[in-house]
């Protein structure tokens, strides 16, 4: 899951494994949830988004699990592969002007071959 | 496309200097922010602009300006640098129409001040 501090939770699974990255929102009002993916010297790159009318999405290889009731938010990658090593964010939309997201502190996906 | 774009990619300064981190995207889109991420952290939100001529502060807006004269550029100010500001600095871009929020963003700007 993510926490705050200087040291990023870690998550090791095994290749070809399942993998399940957790994250805790702040704020019952947020309406979007959003996913990226980043990579060392990177950018954060999209991965899955899903609204609060919703509690699953699924893309290719990735499903996105909303529960509102206890403000939980989790991807899961499926068949992990050594390029799903990054670092995983995920941030809430809580609504006002400029459709701002706030992010969590991230959790570091390490890939074992 | 080429999406949004940084420069420079890295830079040093010593305190006291000033700088512009420069941001353009080629998507059209009306959204644009600034983000800073500390080792380990997540983004913390500097400044964001919705539109040309319109800008607004973030989460941790001191010690930067932002100006927004164009829809592509979207430029970064440090006017007296500090150690604090040490960081990658990300820019991003939203499309204000259609159903999605998502924020693109560009390959980042690493900058040193000592």
């Known amino acids: 899951g993510e926490s705050v501090g200087l040291h990023l939770p870690t998550l090791s699974v095994q290749e070809g494994d399942n993998s399940i990255i957790n994250c805790a929102y702040s704020?019952?009002?947020?309406?979007?949830f959003i996913w990226y993916k980043q990579e060392s010297g990177k950018g954060p790159q999209f991965i899955i988004d899903?609204?609060?009318?919703?509690d699953k999405r699924q893309g290719q290889r990735v499903t996105v699990l909303l529960n509102k009731t206890v403000k939980h938010l989790s991807l899961q990658i499926a068949a992990t592969q050594p390029g799903d090593s990054a670092v995983y964010f995920c941030?809430?939309?809580?609504?006002?002007?400029?459709?701002?997201?706030?992010f969590g502190t991230g959790t570091q996906l390490k890939v074992e071959l | 496309n080429a999406g949004v774009t940084q420069t420079p990619k890295f830079r040093i300064l010593k305190i006291g200097q000033s700088m512009t981190l420069q941001c353009a995207q080629d998507?059209?889109?009306?959204?644009m922010y600034w983000y800073r991420q500390d080792p380990g952290m997540g983004l913390k939100l500097i400044y964001y602009?919705?539109?040309?001529?319109?800008?607004d502060k973030g989460e941790v807006p001191n010690g930067y300006n932002v100006s927004r004269s164009t829809t592509e550029d979207f430029p970064l100010r440090l006017e007296l640098a500090a150690p604090s500001q040490t960081s990658v600095y990300f820019c991003?871009?939203?499309?204000?129409?259609?159903?999605?929020?998502?924020?693109?963003f560009g390959p980042g700007t690493r900058l040193t001040v000592l």
């Open positions: 704020n019952s009002a947020s309406d979007y």
């Open positions: 899903i609204r609060s009318n919703m």
């Open positions: 602009s919705v539109g040309a001529g319109i800008t």
């Open positions: 991003a871009s939203r499309d204000s129409g259609g159903a999605s929020d998502t924020q693109y």
């Open positions: 941030a809430e939309k809580k609504g006002g002007g400029g459709n701002k997201l706030t």
């Open positions: 998507m059209n889109h009306n959204y």
